[in-house]
């Protein structure tokens, strides 16, 4: 397994000639750019990373022991790739048993260490003990014990990461930072997850992460983070703890709103940080939902056609990664008031969306090995845009892309994410209506003829012409065309 940077060969002409249609056509060509993409030897070249946030159950509070051979055969076959332990001791003999069903699937293994002592909630202090608040020997002595569990972990056949912590604030980064730092001594080539509060977080969560709800109202914010807010906090998450890539999560689907917050605005905020620090992020897809109750929790369950729509709004903004929160039943929500469905139950069992998800990732097989080589540059908008789920940034539409003109459709509006794809133009077709049975027929018109692949179901098919036309496309699918 190693740490890869994808980069594109330089072409030798800004232009290249191809015939079609008895005209000479001229492809557009630009320079191509890092994706900064994580390439795995565990997944394989092109792969990329779909992780289930949490692991089978290993029989804790109640619930059955999923860790099977029948659930992680379910798992694979569901277009999941990687593991994410959640909670559970990183040498256990569950976990044991976990890293070998993983190696035995191609699954990648990516337990969770948790703080491991880097820092500690004080409530005494109504704050954290953190790295530096430790004595030299203190430090030595975490380091030490962190550095032996992951030579440890790095001894498992399919070893791919870790999850350090989750949702981390401000005042822990510097923590965190230390905790990379001994883990790039002793596995460099591995995943580093430190996921983020998303933009919707208060200055309180953003300054003491998801502890925050352990203090009282009264602890002291940071100045910083009342000044830089958001955009302070994701460049000091990059600059401070370096992670292998950055992520937020936050879950769309709610009884309140179609789709809640703005999934294209906070990737792109992001993804900037990102790619300014040289990385990528990996977007969380929302894989739970329940009813609603007098708690106020009310996040339902996605359909096929809003699994669809985030797969391709993460897919299309730029992300490199996906994970899906929770992929199994977690005590959190088996013993929570409501009644609530994951694609894989408590008791090892799929659920109509364990389907729509395997459907959603059949789709993108054919076309992830793009993605994975790719820079999202800007979208267009076409067809009826009062039917777009939900609008990109304006500052990133544009009328035109290189060869493509124009999209048309009339039957729902369509967001044409445009990319770099080794300096060729790529377009990441997404029909952008949420509504069941909203299906398009999209066609996307070109400054002259031109030839393309189409990459959709998973498979690959040539067209050519001025026009391209693109049937029958479901509600939240994208569809991926190269020109040239």
């Known amino acids: 397994m190693k740490l890869k940077r994808i980069m594109s060969i330089t072409l030798a002409a800004a232009m290249l000639a191809g015939v079609g249609c008895n005209n000479q056509t001229e492809y557009i060509r630009m320079t191509p750019e890092d994706s900064y993409a994580y390439e795995s030897d565990v997944l394989g070249e092109g792969v990329l990373p779909v992780v289930s946030f949490c692991s089978p159950s290993a029989g804790n509070a109640g619930l059955a022991n ?62 954290f003990v953190t790295y530096d608040d430790l004595t030299e020997e203190e430090k030595a002595a975490t380091d030490e014990n962190f550095r032996n569990l992951l030579t440890e972990l790095s001894k498992y056949e399919n070893f791919f990461g870790i999850r350090f912590t989750d949702e981390d604030g401000y005042r822990q980064f510097s923590s965190a930072g230390a905790a990379k730092k001994v883990f790039d001594e002793v596995c460099p080539d591995k995943v580093f997850s430190h996921n983020l509060i998303s933009s919707m977080g208060n200055s309180q969560m953003l300054d003491y992460g998801y502890s925050h709800a352990y203090m009282p109202d009264t602890v002291p914010i940071s100045a910083e983070i009342l000044t830089g807010g958001y955009q302070f906090y994701l460049e000091k998450e990059a600059e401070i703890v370096n992670p292998t890539f950055m992520s937020y999560d936050g879950y769309p689907f709610t009884f309140q709103s179609d789709v809640l917050g703005s999934l294209h605005a906070n990737q792109k905020q992001i993804n900037d940080v990102a790619r300014k620090y040289e990385k990528s992020t990996w977007g969380y897809l929302q894989a739970f939902g329940g009813e609603p109750n007098d708690l106020g929790e009310a996040s339902r369950i996605p359909n096929y056609n809003e699994i669809e729509y985030q797969i391709g709004v993460m897919l299309g903004m730029g992300a490199k990664g996906l994970v899906l929160y929770t992929y199994f039943s977690t005590p959190v929500y088996s013993n929570s008031q409501v009644e609530y469905e994951m694609p894989i139950d408590e008791n090892g069992n799929p659920s109509q969306m364990y389907y729509d998800f395997k459907k959603a990732f059949e789709n993108m097989r054919g076309y992830q090995h793009i993605l994975m080589d790719s820079v999202t540059k800007s979208v267009v908008l076409g067809g009826n845009t009062d039917e777009i789920a939900q609008r990109p940034p304006e500052e990133m539409v544009v009328d035109t892309f290189n060869e493509l003109t124009g999209v048309e459709s009339r039957e729902t509006g369509v967001v044409v994410y445009c990319m770099n794809y080794q300096g060729k133009t790529a377009l990441f077709v997404q029909n952008a209506s949420i509504e069941e049975g909203a299906v ?33 496309v479901p509600s939240g699918q994208a569809i991926m065309v190269v020109v040239g």
């Open 440 to 472: 398009a027929d999209i066609t996307l018109s070109f400054s002259r003829n031109v030839e393309v692949a189409v990459y959709r179901d998973g498979g690959e098919t040539a067209k050519e012409g001025k026009h391209i036309n693109l049937y029958d």
């Open 66 to 127: 999923t860790i099977t051979d029948e659930v992680l055969k379910l798992t694979k076959e569901g277009g999941v790739n990687v593991i994410m332990g959640h909670d559970v001791g990183a040498l256990s003999e569950e976990e044991k048993q976990l890293a070998e069903l993983c190696a035995k699937y191609d699954i990648g293994y990516m337990p969770s260490t948790n703080e491991q002592g880097y820092w500690r909630i004080n409530a005494e202090r109504n704050g």
